[in-house]
Antibody, heavy 123, light 108 residues
C-alpha cells in the first residue's frame, strides 16, 4: 500500500523558515517523480514544486522561486521542501504527492497524496 | 499559464441522479493531459481520472471522463451518498501545472 506521511509544518513568523518532510513507503521511491501541492484555507489546489525521480531536475511555481527548494533523499525514501522567506500568503496545507507514471516531466498528475501538513505564517 | 474554468460552481443533486461536471481550458491541453480529483472535507485529494478518460486504480466505473482539446467532462452515472464532495480538474500538458477552481457537488 502506497503511503505518504508529511511532517514539519507549524506556526512561523513572516520571513521565517521550515523544512517539510514526506516519508514514502509501499512503492519503489526512486522510480517516481514527486511533488508538493498546497491548499490555502478554504481555497483550491495550487501546484508548488516537482522533482524528478533521480532528483536531477526540479521545477517550482513562479511565486515560490528563490524561496522554496524541493529535494529528495532516495536512500531514505523521503521528499523535502525547504520553505524560506515565508509570507502570509504561503499559509496552507502542504500535500506531498507522487507523480503518476502516465505523465511526463515537468508536468505531472498525482496518483497518491499524503494527508498534508499545515504551515501557518502569522505574526 | 493554462487557466482551467470549472462549471458549475455548485451542483445540487440527489443520490441516484447523474452528475455532469465541466472543465474548460484556456488553450488546448491535447487529448490526454487532463486529470480529475475528488476531495472530501478534511481529506487529501484522490485521483479519479487521468488522460481525460482513464479511471485511476480502484475508482468505480460510475465515474467516467471525456473530452479533448479545451473541453472536458466528468460524469458520475448514479450518485452514491459518498460521492458528494469537491471536484477539481488539472492539466499536465504544460508547466506550470494548473488546477481548476473546483465544483462543489452537494446533496439536494
Amino acid at each position: 500500500e502506497v503511503q505518504l506521511l508529511e511532517s514539519g509544518g507549524g506556526l512561523v513568523q513572516p520571513g521565517g523558515s521550515l523544512r517539510l518532510s514526506c516519508a514514502a513507503s509501499g512503492f519503489i521511491f526512486n522510480d517516481y517523480a514527486m511533488g508538493w501541492v498546497r491548499q490555502a484555507p478554504g481555497k483550491g489546489l495550487q501546484w508548488v514544486s516537482v522533482i524528478s525521480a533521480t532528483g536531477g531536475d526540479r521545477w517550482h511555481t513562479e511565486s515560490v522561486k528563490g524561496r522554496f527548494t524541493i529535494s529528495r533523499d532516495n536512500s531514505k525514501n523521503t521528499l523535502y521542501l525547504q520553505v524560506d522567506s515565508l509570507r502570509f500568503e504561503d499559509t496552507a496545507v502542504y500535500y506531498c504527492a507522487r507523480g503518476g507514471s502516465f505523465s511526463n516531466p515537468p508536468s505531472y498528475a498525482f496518483d497518491y497524496w499524503g494527508q498534508g501538513t499545515l504551515v501557518t505564517v502569522s505574526s | 499559464e493554462i487557466v482551467l474554468t470549472q462549471s458549475p460552481g455548485t451542483l445540487s443533486l440527489s443520490p441516484g441522479e447523474r452528475a455532469t461536471l465541466s472543465c474548460r481550458a484556456s488553450q488546448s491541453v491535447s487529448d490526454i493531459y487532463l486529470a480529475w480529483y475528488q476531495q472530501k472535507p478534511g481529506q487529501a485529494p484522490r485521483l479519479l481520472i487521468y488522460a481525460a478518460s482513464r479511471r485511476a486504480t480502484g475508482i468505480p466505473d460510475r465515474f467516467s471522463g471525456s473530452g479533448s482539446g479545451t473541453d472536458f467532462t466528468l460524469t458520475i452515472s448514479r450518485l452514491e451518498p459518498e460521492d458528494f464532495a469537491m471536484f477539481y480538474c488539472q492539466q499536465y500538458f504544460r508547466s506550470p501545472i494548473t488546477f481548476g477552481q473546483g465544483t462543489r457537488l452537494e446533496i439536494k
